[in-house]
Every structure is written in C-alpha cells, then in structure tokens.
C-alpha cells in the first residue's frame, strides 16, 4: 500500500471519527426516533408512513362536477393560493400516536384523525358535510425514498410486503371500482365521502373500534397534558406546534425538527436555518430528550468549511456560504444540557460550537466589535443577494429591520457600518457558555481563551453606551454616531452581564415605555415611535418569537423577575389566542391586534418557531431549568 493511500485512508477515517452523525450515541438516537406511524413525509400531512419501512397510506381526494374533476393529493398547512386547501391543524403527538385536523377544499370538509393500535394505526374520516356533488377519497399506497416493498391489491384490501413486515390496509367503507381514470400508479383503493370512512391495518376494524381507539389515545394525550397543570392546553399546542413539521429526512436518513413544511416544499425537501433550529432543539427538550440532542448534531454538521452554521441549509444542496446568523447555539445547548446532562452530548458538539464561536472575531470584526455581515464565498445555486446589505441583514436573522435601513454595506470589510449591540451581547454569552461547557469536560485552555475572549468584548461593549438615552445603542461606524433605531436587542446585554446594576436598572425601563415596547401586545420588532412600526409587515413592527425569548432570558439573567414573568405571560396569551381561534402557530404576530395572519403581515400560519412563546411560561413553572443559572452552580 502507498504512502499516500495511507495517508488518504487516515484522513477518512479521522473525518468519520469526527462525524457527530456517525457516533454510536447519535446511531441509536435515531434508530428509536424512526420508529412506527407518522406524518413523516414533509409533502403532506394526510399521508401516514410508517419507519423504518416507508410504507405510505395517502389519503386523496377527487372532486366530481358536471364538467370537470379535481384531484387533492397532497395537504400542507398554511398554504394562501387561490382554491388551496385549507387545515385547521388541531393535537398532534411526537409520537404520532394521535393526530388530528380539519380539511376544507373544495366541496370537502371533513374532520380527519388518526391513532395507533400497538403498531397498527387507524384513521377516520368524518364529514362536517356531505358534499352536494360526488367525492372519492382515494387511498394510496407506495414505497417512499427507493424502500424495498412490493404492493398490490387483494379484494377490498391493500398489502405491502416488505422486509420482515407484511401489513394489509382495509376500510370500513363500500370499495368503488367504476374509474380507471384516476392519476395514480400504485395500488388504491376507492371509496364516496358520504359517511364516516374509517381506515385500519393489520386487521379489519368497525367505525366504532376504531373511534374507540383513536378516543384512547386522545385521553392519553390529555393526561399527559394534565401534568402540567394550567399549562395543559400549551403543552398540547406546542407539542402540536413541532409535531406537524417533524419529518423523516432520507438524504441524511434522520428524524429532524423543521420550521415549516411550506419551506421545506420550496427548498428542495427540508431547510435548516441558523437559529431558529437551535430554538427548536430547545424546545423539544421540554418532552423528547432524544429528539433535543438528535436536531443540536444534526444542525450542527451542516457547518460550512469556513466554520460556521449557515443561514440557512437546504435539501436541494445549497448553503449560505457567505453568511451565518446569530451565536445563540451554545446558550441552547447549555440549557439542554441543564435538564439531559450527559458528557458524550457535549463532548460531541464542543468542537463544532468553538469553531463557530472563533469564527465571529476573524470575519465580523469592525472596529474592536461585531458586525453582521456576508463574505466572499462559493454561490453555486447564483442566489443573488451575495456580498450585499440584504444578505448581511439575513445573517441578523432580523431581514429588513428599521436598524439596517440607512446603514451601508462595506464591501472592503465585508459587514455592515454597524456595530450591533444584540450580536455582541449574544457572543459574550456564547463565549461564557462554552467556557461552563470547557469547565465540564476539563478543556481549560479553551476555558480560558473563552473568558478572554468574553472580557476583551464585554469592555469594548462600553463604547455602545449611551448614557444619555440610558441604553446601549448601535453604533453607526461609516459617520461615527449612535443609531436610535430601536429593537428588542437593547435588552440582550443583560444575558451578557455587561454593564453595572445602575445601567441595567435604565435598560430595563424601556420594556415598561408605552412609546417604545410596552403594551398588550409585546415585544414589538421594532420601537412604537418609530416611523415603520405601523407598517406591521416582517421586521417593522410585528412581534417575533426569538426577540420575545432572548428578551426574556435576558431579563432573568439580569433578576428582573416581574419584568420576565409578564413577558412569559403575555407571550403565551398571544400564541394561545391563535391556537385557539385558529390551530395556528404564527411566524409573526401583529403587536397592534394580536393575531398572527393578518394579511400584511407576511407571517407563515404554522411556524414551530412560534412555540417559543409559550415555552417562557414552562420555565416559569420550573418544568425547565432556570436559565439564570450555570452548569457549574
């Protein structure tokens, strides 16, 4: 054997031995996370699969009028084109093991459910209406992701056969076989939506064995609910709330928290984005260890070669080469690994949160501070917005807030003229949290480097003072002046502990200022007094749930304990009146009327990121530990 396939053979096997997502830990995570009955396909919602086979049952539906037929096969929530399906999405388990919506279109309007029987699953049915003019659910089979299967039909029943599985699909309804014309290419069955239409595997059930089964299931749920007590309702909904996009990903083979599955369809199959998948992981901790660790390796190993995680990862093979977003990642590993504390976790995601950590000062630095910004980089996909203030506005994850609106971009320095007081707060905390984590696994150099590296911009984070506003401003470094375009980032240096309690006493006045964030409706995006905040549309104005959560560790972090609690209560009040009203879980919402679809907004309907507004509250209750603390305390 050469010298250089030695060499070649070494660097694989230390990139593999490097690899999170080839760990044992990792392996077996996933192996109990793809498991039985789910919506698992991110396509559509009235598809139910089950892991590891990728057997599908689709449900579809064709439309029958005098002149023309429709057909419905795949279902998404929150889709607004002209005659699009409408689903009211209501409870959803982790599991899958109740799941239930609402679907208008068209002549149907139909309640459908699903639940499992051990490891059969069941679905009904029922018609809110009966449908003047004819309509067929039609039930489809298929192999999803090149899964070994054969399928075929018998009778009035479906059987797949697959590798050590063979599982028969029955339904409760009269089989029609009168149209060969159906747009399909896999065994089906057929049946009219002028009853209830109940659906089993494994063996044939009546509509009240399988109602019984899926009312079993419900009263599960509830209980588990009724452990957290007045929070129940927001269990459901934000378990509901990440439930709905969770998906099987078979280009990594991996279960994975998304935010959507709107963008996952427009992104070529999933789309992480920098922070709000940390969030996300964050969330899930409050009901899924497994799932927590599994979405923190799985977002982490999309870091680009540069060192830091993307603006966004798509399932088409394109990455923000250029641009990141901001540092929140460690301070959300921290706290899930608060209430999971398991060394291999940390130990395996370390290195990959301190490439990222070093990252920020080598290419966002402006003068002493950070800068957002979008560098030089390999564009295979031309996406347009490369080296330019728009893109530097996505690294801010805040797109086209007010702040950025008169700042130009640097091409020479490849950032903003803008130092940004919400990125460096949130890199001292980032820095402080790795150095807690470096202290766990005894890497003391790296301790120490951190601490450094924490003080050295916790100091230069007094030029941003302004101590006649009484606030930490940005600061304008093309005409060196402060910047008055305000946001909720003027409260992120209480997480980074900088400046004196004097300070912090002004800061946190803000929040209770009626002209600037204080209301029914809070946190608004941007100041009341400010000329876009009536504009209501994105980052002008609307509210938004990461500045409401970092907004609220904030305040804890600083011991401004009223302040948190109101925020936690009045974000809950916002998600919970929407769910209500709607099944929604809102990207946005409103800070003047509270609602999350309102027409200008611009705010996707079902967003998982939309639970952090109601997480606050489980903190509250002490169902997560507090974030004031370290892990060392």
Request: proline letters at 4%; a neutral charge.
């Amino acid at each position: 054997m050469s010298i250089r396939i030695v060499l070649l053979f070494l660097f694989s096997a230390f990139l593999f031995s490097n690899n999170p997502r080839t760990s044992r830990e990792y392996k077996k995570i996933q192996n109990q996370l793809q498991k039985g009955w789910n919506t698992w396909n991110t396509r559509s919602v009235t598809q139910y699969v089950l892991l590891p086979q990728g057997f599908s049952i689709n449900i579809a539906f064709k439309q029958h009028y005098f002149l023309e037929e429709k057909y419905l096969r795949e279902t998404l929530i929150g889709r607004r084109a002209e005659n699009a399906e409408y689903i009211r999405p209501g409870p959803h388990t982790l599991d899958g093991s109740f799941t239930n919506l609402n679907l208008k279109w068209e002549e149907v309007d139909a309640k459908i459910s699903s639940a499992h029987i051990n490891d059969d699953l069941v679905v009904l049915i029922s018609p809110n209406t009966i449908p003047k003019n004819r309509v067929k659910v039609i039930l489809e089979t298929g192999m999803l992701w090149n899964r070994k299967g054969t399928l075929h039909r018998d009778k009035n029943s479906l059987i797949a056969r697959t590798p050590g599985k063979l599982i028969k699909v029955y339904t409760t309804s009269s089989i029609i076989d009168d149209d060969p014309y159906l747009d399909i290419n896999t065994p089906y069955l057929s049946v009219w939506l002028n009853s209830e239409v109940g659906i089993s595997t494994g063996s044939p059930r009546s509509i009240e064995e399988i109602k019984n089964a899926i009312n079993i299931q419900k009263k599960a749920l509830d209980k588990q609910a009724d452990k957290y007590g007045t929070l129940a309702d927001a269990f459901i909904a934000i378990q509901t709330g990440i439930a709905w996009n969770l998906i099987y990903e078979p280009k990594h083979d991996r279960v994975v928290s998304t935010v959507g599955r709107l963008w996952n369809e427009e992104y070529g199959g999933y789309c992480l984005f920098g922070w709000d998948n940390f969030f996300l992981s964050y969330v899930t901790s409050l009901f899924n260890k497994e799932l927590a660790y599994s979405n923190i390796i799985d977002h982490l190993h999309g870091k680009t070669e540069s060192g830091f995680i993307p603006n966004d990862n798509r399932g088409n093979g394109s990455k923000s080469f250029d641009r990141s977003q901001p540092p929140v990642g460690s301070i959300m590993v921290k706290e899930i690994y608060k209430k999971y504390p398991s060394s291999w976790f940390l130990e395996l995601v370390f290195d990959d949160l301190l490439e990222w950590n070093r990252w920020w000062p080598k290419y966002r630095n402006n003068e002493r501070l950070l800068s957002y910004g979008s560098s030089p980089a390999k564009n295979p996909f031309h996406e347009p917005v490369f080296m330019t203030k728009t893109a530097a506005g996505y690294e801010s994850g805040m797109d086209d807030s007010p702040m950025y609106e008169e700042v130009p971009y640097n091409k020479k320095k490849n950032t903003l003229e803008l130092q940004d007081v919400g990125l460096n707060s949130l890199y001292i905390a980032d820095c402080k949290a790795l150095a807690e984590m470096a202290e766990i696994l005894g890497r003391f150099k790296e301790k120490n480097e951190l601490l450094e590296r924490s003080r050295e911009y916790s100091s230069n984070m007094d030029m941003l003072w302004n101590d006649e506003n009484g606030i930490y401003l940005n600061y304008r470094t093309d005409i060196d002046t402060h910047s008055m375009r305000l946001s909720p980032t003027i409260f992120y240096p209480l997480l980074a502990e900088v400046g004196t309690k004097q300070k912090t006493i002004r800061i946190v006045d803000y929040f209770y200022d009626n002209d600037k964030f204080y209301g029914k409706w809070m946190l608004p995006s941007t100041s009341r007094d400010d000329p876009s905040f009536h504009r209501q549309r994105y980052w002008k104005g609307a509210i938004w749930p990461p500045l409401n959560f970092l907004t609220y560790l904030s305040l804890r972090k600083g011991k401004y304990y009223g302040a948190s609690t109101e925020l936690s209560e009045k974000s809950l009040n916002l998600f919970l009146e929407e769910w209500f009203r709607k099944g929604f879980v809102s990207e946005n919402y409103s800070s003047i009327s509270g609602t999350g679809d309102a027409s200008n907004l611009s705010s996707d309907r079902f967003h998982s990121w939309g639970t952090l507004f109601g997480i606050m509250s489980f903190i509250e209750k002490g169902y997560l530990p507090r974030t004031e603390t370290s892990l060392i305390e």
